[in-house]
């Protein structure tokens, strides 16, 4: 067996401003000066914390952020003078995708690398938009070598990416063809993509290639950014170039490109594509072609048309919500509906096992990369939550989430997002960068071995497509609810 | 242990416990929050304008505002009596009659920061002032169901909803409603095991709450008639004046399982998978691990204790039957429950399992649970319980075997709403968890945990956190709780027409669905 692989994954605090979820806001007159709220009741020491932050404002510890609801401060208040609520600040972060709570989750991965665990059940609302209405199964007494991440058994989360013939050629006297074989394995089936809207600054570049590097993928760069990254970084990234550019590179786009496993390519007319395709080969006959396509509705035919002429890897992006994208801009469906859709059409064309694809856009969570892969992905793309890692907020601000970025006009910068201001910070540190990214990232990689181990499944490999080992709202609701009677919602309202 | 209750000289039936047998009553007693600040849905707020004069006393019908005699001042105003802006729809409100309008009221903050969509803030109070008082909640909490769009929360009884053409029958006097349960429908003949609610407490293990939390849901299912289950942890020895409620549970680590555990019950439930965390092993953490809780396990103090995931003595149905074959043999007179989690193929799991020989399913949908969990498992990993019941249900009708085993459903159940909405989904009886521990003082604020365990003491085995509760007390909440359930179902029952539970089980006639099921959600 080989060996296991492993995500090194190092305490790394974040440096940024926190949100916290919960605060004092009434701290009414009258205050007996017991203490016991200090001293007594908080058994998590947040008060004491505080004062430490009041001292010194620079420490990390944000008190607000530390404060888990436990109401033992305020029901123990000698006079009942505290009163607890939900930060409104908190309640302000990101959209209607990147939730609160999404974020949250995000810096606490970042911050430890560690799976988010918690008690008293569920919490959230019964199913809702995108892969909110997915369940995985699991499996009760079948199956043998299954263990968890605490186990024996080893579970495979390498995935392929390149041309994967059906069948391998051999020239008349016998020697194996090499070229068929291009095939490149990433040890986790995430790629560390650009960000969704434009983000300044080729730092983001290398923090998402040493990142790439030490987890062994892949990090996708604007050619003019991976121009600029120091040599060894190279073969961590997949340069994002246009067709046209791929004739004639600058100098150090040239050193990109020779040096690169994958690239991928903007999606062109078929004679730019073919041309791209063949300077490539020239350029560096080692390195994978992939296209990157933005995910419309019916990308699946231009997929089978690309693949006929020699391109077998795709990267579809969906929009920062994993949604289609629809012409002037609008929403459509989202990638689950959009994959499952295209996966089938490959299935049909007779080409899914021959062709590779990459979906990005709208992967905030780890059950995003393992429910994207069952709608029949072969890998995602990590974007936004790369940036959340570094504390973006997913606000509405400059980088407003218009689709595929742009700044929306007028709105102020964000202080802590990662093009601008504070966070500018964090990228200047890009150890501490690449870190955090490799943080999110081993923590992802344990709850898709956690996913997988309740699955029964031993590689991710076989997770692609598995639609009957998912439970989709939309077909268990009508099995469990058609023979209900169906009453209109207001009569309860 | 107090010896005024045990019956001396209990005969020894068979399957029942030689050991002396502990009794405890009955009987609603009010318990009140063991904080001194409770927490209600509204907050007053009285401003330095009040001259203590005395008028919101007058007209105050719940109590909230106080003042004794001889006091000058009015005292702290009670405000998790408060029944809100209802209140001037029965007269004054204190609001309007306060000569000085030093008084506001507003929705509690405090509530703001407990709720969430499944166990909403009033779903948390109502429960709080049933095992309070022991009694059904007033109307202006929303104690029947939460507000997390879908399952129960969509699901209504015909009756709770105008416009349905639902004529309601002749109601049952309720005294004349039986709302009991008999566990052992395979006619094998072993002993019959009788419940007088169709409910049961599930697993929670020594370790992963404290021995008051185990002991108290022990005491009210001895005064209820019913169980309470071990969990994986062990069996401790202050548990066996109880052994006629206790379910020994046998689960993948096996921690604490011996034989006299076995013997010494009326049940014994093997735990296959749980619906907090559905395809993983059990896992308590380092911390909690205490010499206490390792000696009843047969660990080391201060290691994390893992189960595997699964039973690595069984990969197939013949091999589950060998292990239910082998508790069989073990304890000639218990009954045996399976309980399993909701994957895809619950159905056939389910039949499997009766045809190995299990008296009891239990299903744990994967919502509930009350231990920590990683959270990608509590939301994601397999199907959430209200599917779960009608799939296996009318599967087992299908085969028809539906009336020779008995289906306990669980993970999530959080009101009587929801368990009388499960039975007439399909199942027979329920089995509750988080809803006892919220009954014990719980806020579900998620940190069960974390360090020393839960900051209300329920869910630690820290020495200080655990005497933050008393065992009377807790035992009061939780047969208070039971009772005001209790009144529910009957009072649903009564109105169903219906004189005993069992004839609710698969009446999803009765039930409504608000909206379509199965609509997608937009952003």
Redesign the interface.
């Known amino acids: 067996m080989p060996d296991r692989y492993h995500i090194k994954t190092v305490a790394t605090p974040g440096r940024f401003y926190r949100v916290g979820k919960?605060g004092e806001?009434?701290w009414r007159e009258d205050c007996s000066r017991c203490f016991d709220c200090v001293k007594l009741k908080?058994?998590?020491d947040v008060y004491k914390h505080e004062t430490e932050h009041n001292r010194d404002p620079r420490t990390a510890t944000q008190p607000l952020y530390e404060c888990?609801?436990?109401?033992?401060c305020?029901?123990?208040?000698?006079?009942?003078l505290l009163?607890?609520?939900?930060n409104p600040e908190y309640l302000d972060m990101g959209d209607?995708?990147w939730k609160p709570d999404v974020l949250f989750?995000t810096w606490n991965q970042a911050d430890t690398g560690k799976?988010?665990?918690?008690?008293?059940?569920?919490?959230?609302?019964?199913?809702?938009?995108?892969f909110?209405?997915?369940?995985?199964?699991?499996?009760?007494?079948?199956?043998?070598t299954?263990?968890?991440i605490?186990?024996r058994e080893y579970i495979s989360t390498s995935v392929d990416v390149g041309p994967k013939p059906m069948r391998l050629q051999f020239t008349p006297d016998g020697a194996l063809v090499e070229s068929s074989l291009k095939v490149l394995e990433l040890p986790v089936p995430i790629v560390l993509d650009v960000p969704a809207w434009a983000v300044r600054g080729a730092e983001l570049a290398e923090a998402r290639a040493r990142a790439a590097q030490e987890l062994g993928t892949i990090a996708a760069a604007y050619v003019e950014d991976a121009a600029k990254l120091p040599a060894e970084l190279l073969a961590s990234v997949a340069p994002v170039v246009g067709c046209a550019d791929v004739s004639k590179p600058g100098k150090q786009a040239e050193g990109a490109l020779k040096a690169a496993k994958l690239v991928e390519l903007l999606d062109g007319t078929d004679d730019e594509v073919a041309k791209a395709v063949e300077a490539l080969a020239a350029l560096n006959p080692q390195a994978i072609p992939a296209v990157r396509l933005t995910l419309v509705p019916g990308v699946y035919g231009r997929i089978v048309e690309l693949a006929k002429r020699g391109v077998k890897v795709f990267h579809l992006c969906a929009d920062p919500?994993g949604?289609e994208v629809l012409k002037g801009g609008a929403?459509g469906r989202h990638i689950k509906d959009a994959i499952r859709e295209t996966h089938g059409k490959l299935v049909e064309a007779g080409i899914r096992d021959e062709v590779t694809l990459i979906v990005s856009g709208g992967i905030a969570?780890?059950?995003h990369m393992?429910?994207a892969i069952i709608c029949g992905a072969d890998a995602v793309g990590a974007d936004t939550a790369l940036l959340v890692a570094l504390g973006c907020r997913v606000c509405a601000g400059a980088h407003a989430l218009s689709v595929h970025g742009g700044a929306k006009d007028g709105a102020a910068p964000c202080p802590d997002c990662p093009a601008d201001g504070v966070l500018a910070k964090a990228t200047e540190d890009l150890q501490y960068a690449a870190q955090r990214m490799v943080n999110l990232m081993g923590a992802w990689h344990s709850?898709l071995i956690?996913?997988l181990?309740?699955?029964?499944i031993r590689e991710v490999r076989r997770l692609r497509g598995e639609m009957?080992?998912?439970?989709f709202?939309?077909?268990?609701?009508?099995?469990?609810?058609?023979?209900?009677?169906?009453?209109?919602?207001e009569?309860?309202a | 242990m107090a010896n005024a209750n045990v019956l001396e000289g209990t005969p020894h039936e068979a399957g029942r416990s030689s050991w002396p047998q502990e009794k405890v009553e009955r009987k609603v007693a009010p318990a009140p929050?063991r904080?001194?600040?409770?927490?209600g849905k509204y907050?007053i707020y009285r401003s330095a304008a009040c001259n203590s004069c005395g008028r919101c006393v007058q007209v105050c019908k719940y109590g909230v505002h106080k003042k004794p005699k001889g006091y000058a001042l009015t005292l702290?105003p009670e405000d998790h009596l408060c029944v809100g802006p209802a209140c001037s729809e029965q007269g004054e409100m204190c609001v309007a009659a306060c000569p000085q309008k030093a008084l506001k009221i507003r929705l509690?903050?405090?509530a703001?920061?407990?709720g969430?969509?499944?166990?909403t803030s009033d779903l948390i109070i109502s429960n709080w002032y049933q095992a309070e008082t022991g009694h059904t909640p007033p109307d202006y909490l929303q104690y029947r169901h939460g507000e997390?769009?879908?399952?129960f929360?969509?699901?209504?009884f015909?009756f709770?909803?105008?416009?349905?053409g639902y004529t309601p029958p002749e109601p049952v006097p309720t005294e004349a409603i039986d709302t009991g349960l008999d566990l052992n429908r395979s006619g094998d003949g072993r002993p019959q095991v009788h419940i007088d609610i169709p409910l049961y407490g599930g697993g929670m293990s020594f370790g992963s709450v404290s021995i008051y939390t185990i002991l108290a849901k022990a005491r009210s299912a001895a005064a209820w008639n019913t169980f309470s289950c071990t969990g994986e942890g062990g069996y401790p020895d202050r548990l066996m004046p109880y052994d006629d409620h206790m379910i020994t549970q046998v689960a993948t680590g096996l921690f604490g399982v011996r034989e006299d555990t076995i013997k010494r019950v009326r049940i014994v439930e093997f735990k296959?998978?749980q619906g907090?965390k559905?395809?993983?092993?059990g896992?308590l953490l380092g911390d909690k691990n205490t010499p206490e809780v390792a000696r009843m396990r047969g660990a080391v103090p201060g290691n994390a204790l893992?189960s595997?995931?699964?039973?690595h003595s069984?990969?197939?149905?013949e091999?589950?039957k060998k292990h239910l074959d082998w508790i069989k043999e073990v304890n000639p007179d218990c009954l045996v429950s399976v309980k399993?989690?909701t994957?895809?193929?619950v159905d056939m799991?389910a039949v499997g399992s009766y045809y190995a020989g299990a008296h009891i399913i239990h299903l744990d949908g994967?919502?509930?649970?009350?231990?920590?969990?990683?959270?990608?498992?509590?939301?994601?990993?397999?199907?959430?319980i209200?599917?779960g019941?009608?799939?296996v249900h009318k599967f087992l009708v299908a085969e028809g075997i539906r009336d020779k085993v008995t289906l306990i459903a669980s993970g999530?159940i959080r009101t009587a709403y929801d368990a009388m909405k499960a039975i007439a989904?399909g199942a027979d009886g329920v089995v509750i968890g988080?809803a006892e521990?919220v009954a014990v003082g719980?806020?579900?604020?998620?940190?069960?945990?974390?360090?020393?365990g839960?900051?209300?003491g329920i869910?630690s085995t820290d020495t200080e956190?655990a005497e933050l509760m008393t065992l009377d007390w807790a035992t009061q909440r939780l047969v208070n709780l039971q009772n005001a359930w209790h009144e529910q179902m009957l009072d649903i029952l009564s109105r169903l027409g219906m004189k005993s539970v069992r004839e609710l089980c698969g009446r999803?006639?009765l039930?409504?669905?608000?909206?379509?099921?199965?609509q997608?959600?937009?952003?």
């Open positions: 919960f806001v009434d908080c058994c998590f888990k609801a436990c109401m033992s305020v029901q123990g208040c000698t006079k009942g009163t607890l609520s939900v209607e995708y989750t799976i988010p665990v918690s008690g008293a059940g569920y919490r959230g609302p019964f199913h809702g938009f995108g909110d209405s997915i369940w995985t199964d699991m499996s009760e007494i079948v199956r043998p299954r263990d968890g605490h186990g919500h949604c929403q969570l780890a059950e393992a429910k709850q956690e996913v181990g309740a699955m029964g009957g080992r998912a439970i709202m939309e077909d268990i609701e009508k099995d469990a609810f058609g023979d209900l009677e169906q009453v209109p919602e009569v309860n | 929050d904080y001194r600040n409770a927490i907050k702290r509690n903050p405090n703001d920061a407990m969430d969509p499944r166990w997390s769009g879908g399952g929360d969509k699901i209504r015909k709770e909803v105008p416009g349905t296959y998978a907090a559905p395809g993983l092993g896992h893992f595997p995931f699964p039973f069984v990969y197939s149905v091999d589950h399993v989690s994957p895809t193929d799991v994967s919502y509930g649970g009350t231990g920590a969990a990683p959270d990608i498992a509590k939301k994601n990993i397999a199907m959430p209200e599917y019941i009608p799939k999530g989904l988080t521990l719980c806020v579900r604020c998620a940190c069960c945990e974390s360090g020393r839960c900051p209300r869910a956190l999803s006639d039930l409504c669905y608000l909206g379509t099921p199965g997608t959600k937009t952003l």
